[in-house]
T-cell receptor
Framework: AQKITQTQPGMFVQEKEAVTLDCTYD???????LFWYKQPSSGEMIFLIY??????QNATEGRYSLNFQKARKSANLVISASQLGDSAMYFC????????????FGTGTRLQVFP | DTEVTQTPKHLVMGMTNKKSLKCEQH?????MYWYKQKAKKPPELMFV???????INESVPSRFSPECPNSSLLNLHLHALQPEDSALYLC????????????FGPGTRLTVL
C-alpha cells in the first residue's frame, strides 16, 4: 500500500500568489515525521520543512508552512508569495518511528511559477 | 559546513567498466545514504550506513557495492552495470535521530552505454 500520496502531478501558480501542494500519508505508527523537499532541475534535494507527529503546532519556515491535519492524515505544503525560483519538483516524505533511517517519498508535484 | 559533496557530477561508462562514486560530509552525521533516482520519479533508497556499518541494503544488485571508509566518506563502486542503471545517484547524510532531516548532495548523473 502506498504510504505517501501526492495527487497533483503538476501545479501552476502566478508569481506572488500562494499555492498549496497536497500530501496524504498512511501509517499505523503513532510516532512519525513528515518532510518536504524541493528538487530544482539541477537535481539537488533541498530540505524545506519538517513536522513531527506529536507537534501541536503547524511547522513554518519563512515562506513555507505545513498544514498538518493529523486526523485526516494530511500534511500539505503552503508556499506564500511564490517566486519564479520556486519552480521545481516538490516531494513529500515520511519517516516512521520504528525505523529512523528510512524515508518514504511521494511521487512528487511539479510546480511552475509564471510571471 | 552544512554541505554534502559528490563527485563526479557526471559519469558516462560502458557496461564492462569499473567506476566509483564518492560522497563526503563534514557535519559529524552518523548516518549516510545512497539513493537512485530515475527521471520524473522519487528517490529510491539503496543503502544506509550507520556508524560506518551497513545497516540497510534494499535488495540492490551486487553490481553496486557500497563502502564507508570513515565517518565522513561514502563510496559506491560500480561494475558491470546495465543501461537501465542510468540515473541520478544521490548521497545524503543525517544525524540519524528520528526527527532529523537528511541533507542531500547534488548528485551524480550516471549514463551507462
Amino acid at each position: 500500500a502506498q504510504k505517501i500520496t501526492q495527487t497533483q502531478p503538476g501545479m501552476f501558480v502566478q508569481e506572488k500568489e500562494a499555492v498549496t501542494l497536497d500530501c496524504t500519508y498512511d501509517t499505523s505508527d503513532p510516532s512519525y515525521g513528515l518532510f518536504w523537499y524541493k528538487q530544482p532541475s539541477s537535481g539537488e534535494m533541498i530540505f524545506l520543512i519538517y513536522q513531527g507527529s506529536y507537534d501541536q503546532q503547524n511547522a513554518t519556515e519563512g515562506r513555507y508552512s505545513l498544514n498538518f491535519q493529523k486526523a485526516r492524515k494530511s500534511a500539505n505544503l503552503v508556499i506564500s508569495a511564490s517566486q519564479l525560483g520556486d519552480s521545481a519538483m516538490y516531494f513529500c516524505a515520511m519517516r516512521e518511528g520504528g525505523n529512523t533511517d528510512k524515508l518514504i517519498f511521494g511521487t512528487g508535484t511539479r510546480l511552475q511559477v509564471f510571471p | 559546513d552544512t554541505e554534502v559533496t559528490q563527485t563526479p557530477k557526471h559519469l558516462v561508462m560502458g557496461m564492462t567498466n569499473k567506476k566509483s562514486l564518492k560522497c563526503e560530509q563534514h557535519m559529524g552525521h552518523r548516518a549516510m545514504y545512497w539513493y537512485k533516482q530515475k527521471a520524473k520519479k522519487p528517490p529510491e533508497l539503496m543503502f544506509v550506513y550507520s556508524y560506518e556499518k551497513l545497516s540497510i541494503n534494499e535488495s540492490v544488485p551486487s553490481r553496486f557495492s557500497p563502502e564507508c571508509p570513515n565517518s565522513s566518506l561514502l563510496n559506491l563502486h560500480l561494475h558491470a552495470l546495465q543501461p537501465e542503471d542510468s540515473a541520478l545517484y544521490l548521497c545524503a547524510s543525517s544525524q540519524g535521530t528520528e526527527y532529523n532531516e537528511q541533507f542531500f548532495g547534488p548528485g551524480t548523473r550516471l549514463t551507462v552505454l
